[in-house]
């Protein structure tokens, strides 16, 4: 099935032939859907924190700030923000010439809102000698967006999220990048260095350092410290064979098999890359002006905190397991582990004092992520669940609905009945009790993916993703969920949403 030619093309990716034929072998027997016991909830697996607790975890990780430790902002920002205009791109190709649709109605309503209107109107000067208002009055709408979403203007239908302005100052507009770096400065910084890195794509990376280079020394002047920022492009060892509908390899015109990139669990990777204590991720698209980021810097210093507390106290069972600690101290790490880490594993209690140490150190010598989870109020996106894991054992995971059997209804409930969901806001502890790190790729369920429908130049066929980050990617880390209010989640899906009063 592979030639020689193949060989060469999966070599030069840095992929072996076994692992291409693990992928095909996926193709054709899928992934196994998890085993759930049930849906997390408060006092189920979320744990909410009462204002005395909050103030202790902010001042935990304030402290925690001092000690010189690495902490690192890591943000995914790869990929065009084609989906965030599809609407817009519909409205181009419509045979109708006006806004017709709400959205089209709506966006054209409030263009004056947009962060982008200043330079998206120069634009419609420069391209057609009339400003917007004089282009909608004559009935040019599509002229308006073709500005905003073309190369030979804004190209905002080509460019990353991170690039396009967001949020209105009085001394300018910001885009969602520069809005992570003022983040960085509130609640990420350490030894007076805020320390950023971006994942972005290979063809956006030489746009991102130019901005950065523009930009970076205003928000080091406002704030008073230094960055450090760096990029990263997702490997191409991460990347997927694609097939037909009949799992053969997909060839493009020339021959060569289609490869395409294995989703944001390829990340994973880039994340085992950085050298840091602690890591706070968040997507490009969750930011907000000024005037409401307190909640936002809060919690995060919050959720690090707790983090933090966390660590300290498994650092701690790791060195008494290690120093031979009594049975009564063993029982005493378990239910440590249960209630706090919520593992747990049938007849722990009963294993003997070699096994039961050997348990709990593997179980406590892990990764560990805190996630913030805010109440489900239908937006997409992961929800906390309870699932069984390949030893036997309980723990909490962020599962998407493709992991979920969806002939299974009492498991289609639980996920359209959760009380709450992921919105990616998660601080890691990436590094043991010795300070050395982990290698992030042995924590990865390979077994979490989804194969997708796609398409390439109009024929059908079949894409492997990989785990995803803060899914599968994560799953033998340990996890803890603590509630976070829904202030501190504001997504930009379609271009509309910045339209929210959250964007305003």
């Known amino acids: 099935m592979l030639s020689s030619s193949d060989l060469k093309q999966i070599a030069q990716k840095g992929i072996t032939e076994k692992q291409i034929e693990k992928q095909l072998e996926t193709f054709k027997i899928g992934f196994p859907f998890l085993k759930i016991k049930r849906a ?228 994973i990777e880039n994340l085992n890359d950085i050298d840091a204590d602690v890591v706070f991720i968040k997507n490009i698209d969750n930011v907000v002006p000024d005037h409401l980021k307190q909640e936002t810097v809060n919690y995060k210093q919050i959720i690090a905190g707790f983090l933090i507390s966390l660590q300290k106290k498994i650092f701690n069972y790791i060195n008494m397991i290690d120093n031979s600690c009594s049975r009564e101290r063993l029982l005493e790490i378990l239910k440590f582990t249960e209630e706090d880490l919520y593992c747990v594993k049938d007849g722990a209690k009963e294993l003997c004092d070699s096994e039961l140490s050997c348990y709990l150190r593997n179980k406590l010598n892990r990764p560990i992520r805190v996630c913030g989870v805010v109440k489900n109020v239908g937006e997409p996106g992961g929800g906390p669940f309870v699932t069984y894991n390949q030893d036997g054992t309980l723990s909490l995971q962020i599962l998407e609905s493709s992991q979920i059997d969806k002939n299974n209804k009492d498991y289609m409930n639980m996920f359209n009945n959760g009380t709450h969901f992921n919105p990616v806001d998660i601080v890691c502890a990436i590094k043991d009790f010795k300070g050395n790190p982990f290698c992030l790729n042995k924590y990865v369920d390979n077994e979490t993916g989804f194969i997708s429908t796609k398409s390439s130049g109009g024929k059908e066929l079949k894409a492997l993703e990989l785990p995803g980050l803060w899914n599968g990617a994560m799953s033998d880390w340990n996890t803890i969920f603590v509630e976070v209010p829904l202030e501190t989640f504001n997504p930009v899906k379609t271009i509309n949403d910045l339209l929210r009063t959250q964007h305003q």
């Open 40 to 267: 997390a909830s408060i006092g189920n697996g979320i744990f909410s924190l009462t204002k005395t607790q909050q103030e202790y975890y902010i001042n935990e990780w304030k402290e925690y700030k001092t000690t010189g430790r690495k902490i690192v902002k890591f943000v995914p920002a790869s990929g065009a923000a084609t989906r965030m205009f599809k609407d817009i791109f519909t409205f181009i190709d419509a045979p109708y010439s006006k806004p017709k649709t709400d959205f089209e109605k709506y966006f054209f309503d409030n263009i004056k809102k947009f962060a982008f209107f200043n330079a998206l109107n120069e634009t419609c000067i420069n391209n057609y000698g009339k400003d917007i208002s004089e282009l909608v009055a004559d009935g040019n709408y599509k002229d308006v967006v073709k500005s905003m979403l073309n190369n030979n203007g804004l190209n905002y239908g080509r460019l990353p999220k991170g690039l396009l302005l967001f949020h209105n100052y009085e001394e300018g507009a910001r885009t969602a990048m520069e809005e992570h770096l003022v983040e960085a400065a509130l609640y990420a910084d350490s030894g007076g260095v805020a320390t950023v890195h971006f994942t972005v794509s290979h063809e956006h990376l030489n746009s991102f350092e130019q901005e950065v280079l523009k930009k970076q020394k205003i928000y080091t002047d406002k704030f008073g410290i230094d960055y450090n920022i760096s990029f990263s492009e997702q490997k191409q060892c991460t990347d997927t064979i694609a097939v037909t509908p009949d799992n053969i390899p997909f060839r493009k015109d020339d021959g060569e098999i289609l490869f395409r990139p294995g989703g944001h669990g390829a990340l």
